[in-house]
Structure formats: structure tokens, C-alpha cells
């Protein structure tokens, strides 16, 4: 069975950076781009970017090039997502997606929440 | 980017009712659409992908059709648990997502 298991709920100060992961279980986690998709409350789904675990090569959406950082390790099949400088604005649901076609499989999702 | 304009933002129908939502891109994406079903609290779940192909597991009553711009779900006959809110995904380029259609029951 394919898995996306992401990390815990964060709580952090304005300006803090956090690191979110997304472990993969149930396929070949080199096989397929993983991307992080960011959901603000009651908002709709927004891509941020993708890596490809297999050399570690990333694409952003331009508002998120100085905002989020994507790795991968390939020996934990986990991906990783850095946010840095967070402000209110970042305050949202963080998901993990992959898949062949379309998104087949996603994690369960993290809330960030930034709050002074 | 591509833009995806999903209609009607809100939709209240009855059980058994026939109910369809929309998707326009802003412009031609080859059938490179997907669906996605979200229920409160969840993550994203794929229904259908490149416009009419069925995800492994997705009931029969959800069907999807359209080609160039114009892409269309359809759920037959609505069952209760089909209240969810319901996002398009064009990826014939850089991947965007529609604003989501929110099904409610009448």
C-alpha cells in the first residue's frame, strides 16, 4: 500500500524557518515527482513546487522561489519541505503529492500555524 | 500559467439528483485534466485523470468528459457521502488547480 506520511502539526513565531517531511512507503520513491501543494483555511490548493527525488532537481512557482525549499533523501525516501522568514501569510495546510497520472497518492496533510 | 475557472462555486443539490460541475482552462489542455474530491479535514483524493479515465477504487457514478478548454464532472445520482468540495487540476503545463466547486446537500 502506498503511503505519504508527513510530520506534525507546527506552531512557530513570525520569521522562524520550519522543515516538514513526507515519508513514502509502498513504491519506488525515485520513480515519480513529489510536490508540495499549500492550502490556506477554507482557500483552494496551490502548487508550490517539485522535486525529483531521483537527482534532486526542483521546480518552483515564482512567489515561492525565495519561500520554500525542496530536498529529498533517498536513502529514508523522504522529501522535505523548508519554509524560511514565515509570516501570517504562511499560516496553511502543507501537503505532500505524487503519482503517475494525476496525483494518485498524498499525504495527510500538516498545519502550519504562525503566531507570535 | 494556465488558468482554471471552476463554476458554480457552490452547488446544493438533492440525493439521487444528477449534478454536474465545470472546469474552463484558459486555454487548450489536450485533455490533461484531472478531478479531485476533498472532504473536510482531508487530504485530496483523485476521482479522474485525463478527463474521463476512472481512479482505481472511484464509484462508477462519477464520470468525467470534455476536450480543449471545457471539462465537465458528473456524479449520476448523488449519495450523501459525495458532500465534499470538488477541485479541477489542468497538467498539460506547469500544474494549477481551479478554485473547487463545494457540493452540499439540498
Known amino acids: 500500500e502506498v503511503q505519504l506520511q508527513q510530520s506534525g502539526p507546527e506552531l512557530q513565531r513570525p520569521g522562524a524557518s520550519v522543515k516538514l517531511s513526507c515519508k513514502a512507503s509502498?513504491?519506488?520513491?525515485?520513480?515519480?515527482?513529489m510536490y508540495w501543494v499549500k492550502q490556506r483555511p477554507k482557500q483552494s490548493l496551490e502548487l508550490i513546487g517539485r522535486?525529483?527525488?531521483?537527482?534532486?532537481?526542483?521546480d518552483y512557482v515564482e512567489k515561492f522561489k525565495n519561500k520554500a525549499t525542496l530536498t529529498a533523501d533517498t536513502s529514508s525516501n523522504t522529501a522535505y519541505m523548508q519554509l524560511s522568514s514565515l509570516t501570517s501569510e504562511d499560516t496553511a495546510t502543507y501537503f505532500c503529492a505524487s503519482g503517475t497520472e494525476g496525483f494518485d497518492y498524498w499525504g495527510q496533510g500538516v498545519m502550519v500555524t504562525v503566531s507570535s | 500559467d494556465i488558468q482554471m475557472t471552476q463554476s458554480p462555486s457552490f452547488l446544493s443539490a438533492s440525493v439521487g439528483e444528477r449534478v454536474t460541475l465545470s472546469c474552463k482552462a484558459s486555454?487548450?489542455?489536450?485533455?490533461?485534466l484531472d478531478w479531485y474530491q476533498q472532504k473536510l479535514g482531508e487530504a485530496p483524493k483523485l476521482l479522474i485523470y485525463?478527463?474521463?479515465n476512472l481512479h482505481t477504487g472511484i464509484p462508477s457514478r462519477f464520470s468525467g468528459s470534455g476536450s480543449g478548454t471545457d471539462y465537465t464532472l458528473t456524479i449520476s445520482s448523488l449519495q450523501p457521502e459525495d458532500v465534499a468540495t470538488y477541485f479541477c487540476?489542468?497538467?498539460?503545463?506547469?500544474?494549477?488547480f481551479g478554485a473547487g466547486t463545494k457540493l452540499e446537500l439540498k
Open positions: 487540476l489542468q497538467r498539460n503545463s506547469w500544474p494549477t
Open positions: 485525463n478527463t474521463n
Open positions: 522535486i525529483d527525488p531521483e537527482d534532486g532537481s526542483t
Open positions: 486555454q487548450n489542455i489536450n485533455k490533461y
Open positions: 509502498g513504491y519506488t520513491f525515485t520513480e515519480y515527482y
